[in-house]
């Protein structure tokens, strides 16, 4: 991470994708810790604007993202979770597979 990705935690600066990538890895350690009370497997923020990049006939464009999951086996954890940048601020996605439910965290209330 660089000094000017950091300089985006101080004040009312919008936050950038280094910085939400470098989070997401210390979260994806904490997971691993003997005693985590979940097995989550994380994406990095380009995850979810590449799914999503435009596709006239599905709206999603699975290819863009598909060399990421050849090998992994999403059903074998308890949540995956994907930051989501809209457009102007940082959101949460969590496909909880433990629950069998879809969360979406947005401090905006969005």
């Known amino acids: 991470i660089l000094r000017k ?5 101080k004040g009312l600066t919008w936050l950038n994708d280094e910085v939400i ?3 997401v890895e210390l979260l994806k350690e904490r ?3 003997p005693g985590s009370p979940c097995k989550c497997h994380f994406f990095s923020s380009f995850f979810f604007s590449r799914l999503t990049k435009d596709d006239p006939i599905n709206g999603y464009c699975f290819a863009g993202v598909q060399r990421w999951t050849r090998k992994i086996d999403l059903f ?4 995956v979770i ?20 879809f969360e979406f965290y947005d401090s905006m209330g969005g």
Do not use: G, M, Q
């Open 82 to 101: 994907l930051p989501v940048h809209l457009s102007s601020h940082w959101t949460c996605a969590v496909i909880n597979l433990r629950d069998r439910r």
């Open 5 to 9: 990705d950091l300089r985006t935690l």
């Open 31 to 33: 997971a691993t810790l």
């Open 21 to 23: 990538n470098v989070y």
């Open 76 to 79: 074998s954890f308890d949540k």
